[in-house]
């Protein structure tokens, strides 16, 4: 704005205002830059938008979730058939590779095994499998629960929410990407002394669950029975996924190394840019296990498939289980988190259940390693799980998935 | 949930970097520098919640939202927000422990601030939303809610009255013999309305 009554040879009234600015109001001797980093750690550790996914990314503690409690997608369709056993990727295995030693190992012997055992599986499958590899929309639907302990102190009792989501993600140029989530949706007392308990509470529409929050913890209203579907578009123009803090197109997914020390490469830059992770030596472990797990889901190649799986393995503090049950009952490797994470309900673990015949993600549990006094009470102890998505389809369809007349957008 | 949906927390983080000391830098003059960091960092707990419609540029829109933020503590504890606009008036008019200090470029520095503090509580928002928070018209605008047009005219109303306190300030400052005291904070006027 240009001051025309400037006398001449005197400054801008608001020259004079801006030099006169105090100290203390200057932005760049103001900052405490801890606080600035810390705030931003805190603020970014809620996922935006929505109150259930609010709740389950506080749960997990995951970084960036624009939205949670939504498709736990799965390996590939096209990851099936088991040809060989004794495949190998020569060039992708580091000499001195302490695990490799086990690689033969067959899962299922009930013993602790390492991903490699089916590794070759899914070598094997990358070899078999391209034909399948590629179609228009990425689908995937995905069963979810979540346990909560709600009620007042002495007369506790545990409601679960259980809803099904399907997301099917375009690839190809034009195409959108869908996600409907809280298909079926129900909320109920988790089992018959619990529905006991909510009646002797006056069976209330609405129960109060503690949930953990960016500083401590808070209480939502959580509306008992069925509830309505929401539909959310989910890509941003041509980025259809996020790997770590970045957002990816189909090209970006297709151009993936396909080996795992490239791979592994790939996320440890990814993970030196993502301010919000966590930091240590096992929480690094857990953001490149989920970041992995997360890569085998979506629609890349089959041969980072398999090369994300071989990061996984070769992580640290990664502990790779036989022979467990997924929470459809589907059996499975189990593959448990290098970290346990508190929550209102007691100390948590997150664990993957991967199907080593198909090299399928079937599952994404959190179980509960040590139950709070409040969880006891409401009978939930060590070893329950307390939230879980499982994935019961993945496969390329054709066509866009139809919204329910009902979603909430 | 696998296969991660497409993430906004680059954006963010973007913005947060390039703002979050401008915004505190605008907080700091409403409330102080202790409420300014609980506002600066609700500012951005709103702009996280709301992270798929951040306008661009994201400034003037994170600095409304500071400013519904002071009102609505304005409402909510009248103590605790008086507490912290006198310390914001405080440091707006320079308040320092060396008063002794009469270097030219102080005196300057105290009239244009006794200057600013003489004025109505509307005019030194918006002067000061574009002196010392660097704003434009338009932006300053959508700050206060207003068209840009209408910010135009308090502008140059706004200006105006500054440039007569600064002939008065100084005039009294040419006028007395003593050493320039820091101007006292104006107690009558109140919050950003």
């Not at chain 1, 259930?52 to 749960?59: D, E, H, K, M, Q």
């Not at chain 2, 680059?10 to 979050?20: G, I, K, N, S």
């Not at chain 2, 405080?90 to 002794?100: F, H, N």
Request: net charge positive.
């Amino acid at each position: 704005m240009k001051n025309t009554r400037n006398r001449p040879g005197r400054p801008d009234v608001m020259k004079v205002l801006a030099d006169a600015r105090p100290d203390a109001l200057d932005p760049s001797l103001l900052v405490d830059p801890t606080r600035q980093r810390e705030d931003l750690a805190r603020i970014v550790d809620e996922a935006p938008d929505g109150r259930v996914t609010r709740f389950l990314a506080a749960r997990r503690r995951s970084g960036f979730r624009p939205l949670g409690a939504v498709a736990l997608a799965a390996v590939a369709a096209s990851a099936v058939a088991v040809t060989t056993l004794d495949w190998r990727e020569p060039a992708d295995r580091p000499a001195a590779q302490p695990r490799s030693s086990a690689a033969t190992e067959l899962p299922g012997a009930g013993e602790d095994v390492h991903v490699d055992g089916h590794l070759e599986l899914l070598s094997a499958a990358e070899q078999a499998a391209n034909s399948a590899d590629q179609g228009t929309y990425w689908q995937t639907t995905t069963r979810s629960e979540n346990v909560d302990v709600a009620g007042e102190q002495g007369r506790l009792f545990a409601v679960r929410s259980t809803s099904t989501s399907e997301w099917s993600v375009g690839v190809r140029p034009g195409t959108g990407s869908l996600m409907v989530s809280g298909l079926d949706s129900l909320t109920e007392p988790r089992t018959a002394a619990d529905k006991a308990r909510w009646r002797a509470a006056g069976s209330p529409g609405t129960v109060r669950v503690e949930v953990a929050k960016k500083a401590g913890t808070g209480v939502i209203g959580y509306p008992m029975g069925t509830g309505r579907p929401m539909v959310m578009k989910t890509n941003l123009n041509d980025k259809i996924y996020a790997v770590g803090p970045r957002n990816v197109s189909y090209k970006d997914l297709r151009a993936l190394p396909s080996t795992s020390g490239e791979l592994r490469s790939y996320l440890e830059r990814a993970y030196a840019t993502d301010n919000g992770a966590e930091s240590g030596t096992s929480g690094r472990s857990a953001w490149m296990l989920r970041q992995a797990a997360d890569l085998v889901t979506m629609p890349v190649k089959p041969a980072v498939r398999a090369a994300a799986y071989r990061v996984m393995a070769d992580l640290p503090g990664v502990r790779v289980t036989g022979r467990v049950s997924d929470p459809l009952g589907r059996e499975g490797v189990g593959v448990d988190f290098p970290v346990a994470y508190p929550t209102p309900l007691g100390t948590t673990r997150e664990r993957l259940v991967v199907d080593p015949s198909t090299g399928a993600m079937l599952s994404d549990q959190v179980v509960l390693v040590k139950a709070s006094a409040r969880a006891k009470e409401a009978g939930l102890d060590a070893g329950t799980t307390v939230n879980y998505e499982a994935t019961t389809r993945m496969n390329w369809g054709e066509r866009q998935i139809a919204v329910p007349k009902n979603a909430r957008s | 949930m696998r296969g991660r949906r497409v993430t906004h927390a680059q954006r963010f983080r973007d913005v947060y970097e390039e703002c979050y000391p401008r915004v505190l830098a605008y907080a700091t003059s409403l409330v102080g520098r202790q409420t300014g960091e609980d506002i600066t960092s609700e500012t951005f707990t709103v702009a996280w919640q709301r992270v798929g419609s951040i306008p661009r540029p994201a400034l003037p829109w994170l600095l409304g939202v500071a400013r519904n933020l002071v009102r609505e503590l304005r409402r909510r504890d009248a103590h605790q927000y008086l507490l912290a606009a006198e310390e914001a008036q405080r440091i707006s008019s320079g308040a320092r422990t060396d008063v002794g200090d009469i270097a030219s470029e102080v005196t300057d520095r105290h009239d244009a601030l006794q200057a600013l503090a003489s004025l109505p509580e509307a005019d030194r928002e918006l002067l000061t939303l574009i002196a010392w928070h660097g704003l434009g018209a338009r932006e300053a605008a959508q700050v206060l809610g207003c068209t840009t047009a209408t910010l135009t005219v308090r502008l140059y109303r706004a200006r105006r009255r500054l440039e007569k306190a600064l002939e008065t300030a100084s005039a009294s400052r040419t006028a007395s013999a003593s050493p320039v005291e820091a101007p006292h904070p104006t107690r009558h006027e109140g919050a950003p309305a």
